[in-house]
C-alpha cells in the first residue's frame, strides 16, 4: 500500500489497547481514535507482516455511540473517552470472550454480564503525572504516547473529585515555592514528576515528590502550606529516582512532613498503603470484584487456602474471615511487611504470610505436607509462572479462583490447567478502569 496515499475503510473492530481495526484484504491496519462502525479517510503510518497502523484524518460516517470527548488532549491516558460507556462495557465484555475463545479455545463457557462502574468518572485513589516548565512555569500533565511530547493539564477527569483538587492545589504551591522542573538536557532542577493518593474511605491523603537528585526538596515553609492547605494531608515525601527508568518510583524514600503511610479501608478491615506499595486504584470497583471471588471461594470454616500474589493482604485478609487458615505469599518484600502490619491492625491471626517467588514457595509447602481446599491467584499482566502452575497441578486444590488484570494471560492458563484435570466453570469479567481499554476478569476453575 502506497504510504502517501490516504485510505478510506470501515471500522470493523477495536484492538485490545482501543484502536480501531480497518481491513483491507483482510489484512488488519490499527487506526487510534477510531471507533466501529464508522466510515473514516487514513493514512498509513508504519506497514508489518501481520497488520499496519495508520492515522486517522477524517471521519466520513460517525459511530452512533461517539461522544464529546471531555479532553482531547488526554486521550493518552483514556483513549475510550469518545465511546458511551455502554458501548465500552460491551467491548471490554467482547474482549474476554473472544480471548478465551481464540487464544484458549474455549467454546462453550459460562461469560456473565461485565459489572461495570456506577461511575465511569472521577473513580482514581491515586493519579501519577509528569513535571515540567512551560514557558517559564511549572506544570503537571502526560506525555504524548510513544513520545517526550508534554502536555499540561488542568483536570484530569479520572481521579476523585477531591484527589484532582488536591492535584492543583500541590501544583500551585509549588510554583509559589519556587520549586523547579528537572531538565533533562542540562539536568537542572528538581522535580519530575508527582503521585498523589488518597484514601477512598478515609480521606488521607499522601503527596510523593519524584525527584532525580537526592537533595531534600523544599522548605518546611512549603511543607507548611501543603498542611494548612489539603485537607487529609497525612504524609509527605521524596522519593529519588536518579534513572531514566520506565519504573516512576526509585527505592529510595525520606519523610518530608508527617507519617510515611496512609489509612484506608476494603471491605470493612483497613490497610495500610506506604508509598511504594500497590492498592486497586479504583476502591469500589476492586470492592465488588472482591466480594465476587470470595462468593466463588465459597468457604464454610474448615478450609485452608492459598492466597498467590497476595499484595498488602486485601484478599488474604478476607478469606481469613471465613477460612481455617490462609497460607500467602507475594514476591515484594516490602508487601509482605506491609500484609503483617494489617494483619495486626485487624487482629486476624489465622494467616502466614511469607515473601517470595510463588514458584519457590509453593513446592516448599507442598514438602510440609499442606494441602490447600482452595487456590487463589492475583499474578501480574504477565500471568502465572509455568513452574507455580506446574505445582499448583500437583497440590490440585479442588478449586481455583483467577484474577487477572489481562485476558490473554488468564485463558492461556486456563487452557494449560484444564490440561491437568480443572475444568472452567464460569469468567466474571469486572470494568475498573473506564475510559480506557483495560479489563478485570475472575475465572472459577473446579478440578475435575
Not at 506544570?139 to 481521579?159: D, M, R, S, V, W
Not at 487456602?305 to 481469613?320: F, V
Not at 517470595?356 to 514457595?361: F, L, Q, S, V
Not at 514438602?367 to 492475583?378: C, E, T
Request: net charge neutral.
Amino acid at each position: 500500500m502506497d504510504k502517501k496515499k490516504t485510505q478510506e475503510g470501515w471500522v470493523e473492530d477495536l484492538t485490545h489497547d482501543g484502536r480501531g481495526v480497518v481491513k483491507k484484504d483482510h489484512y488488519p491496519i490499527f487506526v487510534a481514535g477510531a471507533f466501529p462502525g464508522e466510515k473514516i479517510r487514513y493514512q498509513l503510518v508504519k506497514e508489518g507482516k501481520k497488520f499496519a497502523t495508520g492515522t486517522c484524518l477524517d471521519i466520513l460516517e460517525v459511530s452512533p455511540h461517539r461522544i464529546e470527548k471531555k479532553n482531547p488532549d488526554l486521550d493518552p491516558i483514556m483513549p475510550l473517552q469518545g465511546l458511551d460507556y455502554e458501548e465500552q462495557k460491551a467491548f471490554k465484555e467482547n474482549l474476554v470472550r473472544q480471548a478465551f475463545k481464540r487464544i484458549g479455545g474455549f467454546k462453550d463457557f459460562d461469560l456473565l454480564p461485565i459489572l461495570g462502574a456506577e461511575n465511569p468518572w472521577a473513580y482514581r485513589n491515586k493519579m501519577t503525572l509528569a513535571v515540567e516548565e512551560v514557558q517559564g512555569q511549572l506544570e503537571f500533565g502526560i506525555y504524548q504516547k510513544n513520545t517526550h511530547n508534554f502536555i499540561p493539564i488542568e483536570k484530569t477527569y479520572l481521579a476523585e473529585n477531591p484527589l484532582d483538587e488536591a492535584i492543583f492545589k500541590v501544583r500551585d504551591l509549588l510554583r509559589k515555592h519556587k520549586i523547579s522542573a528537572y531538565e533533562a538536557a542540562s539536568k537542572r532542577g528538581d522535580l519530575h514528576h508527582i503521585v498523589l493518593k488518597r484514601g477512598h474511605y478515609q480521606e488521607e491523603l499522601m503527596v510523593i515528590f519524584v525527584t532525580r537528585k537526592n537533595k531534600t526538596l523544599g522548605s518546611k515553609d512549603l511543607y507548611q502550606d501543603l498542611a494548612q492547605t489539603l485537607p487529609g494531608l497525612k504524609s509527605l515525601v521524596q522519593n529519588v529516582q536518579g534513572k531514566v527508568h520506565q519504573e516512576i518510583l526509585g527505592k529510595k524514600t525520606r519523610i518530608l512532613w508527617g507519617k510515611d503511610q496512609i489509612v484506608d479501608q476494603m471491605l470493612g478491615l483497613d490497610f495500610i498503603q506506604s508509598p511504594q506499595s500497590f492498592y486497586q486504584v479504583n476502591t469500589p470497583q476492586a470492592e465488588r470484584l472482591y466480594e465476587k471471588a470470595l462468593a466463588w471461594a465459597d468457604l464454610k470454616g474448615e478450609e485452608l487456602a492459598l492466597d498467590a500474589y497476595c499484595g498488602l493482604g486485601t484478599l488474604s485478609l478476607n478469606l481469613a474471615k471465613k477460612a481455617k487458615k490462609v497460607y500467602a505469599m507475594d514476591i515484594v518484600k516490602e508487601a509482605i511487611l506491609a500484609a503483617k502490619v494489617n494483619q495486626d491492625r485487624n487482629q486476624i491471626a489465622n494467616v502466614h504470610f511469607e515473601a517470595g517467588k510463588a514458584e519457590t514457595i509453593l513446592p516448599k509447602w507442598e514438602n510440609q505436607g499442606l494441602h490447600f481446599d482452595l487456590g487463589l491467584v492475583d499474578p501480574p499482566r504477565k500471568g502465572l509462572d509455568p513452574r507455580f502452575i506446574q505445582s499448583l497441578l500437583e497440590i490440585a486444590p479442588e478449586k481455583i479462583v483467577y484474577v487477572s488484570c489481562n485476558p490473554a494471560t488468564l485463558t492461556r492458563d486456563c487452557k494449560i490447567l484444564g490440561e491437568g484435570g480443572y475444568r472452567l466453570e464460569k469468567v466474571q469479567p469486572v470494568d475498573m478502569f473506564p475510559q480506557t481499554p483495560h479489563v478485570e476478569a475472575i475465572a472459577l476453575i473446579q478440578k475435575m
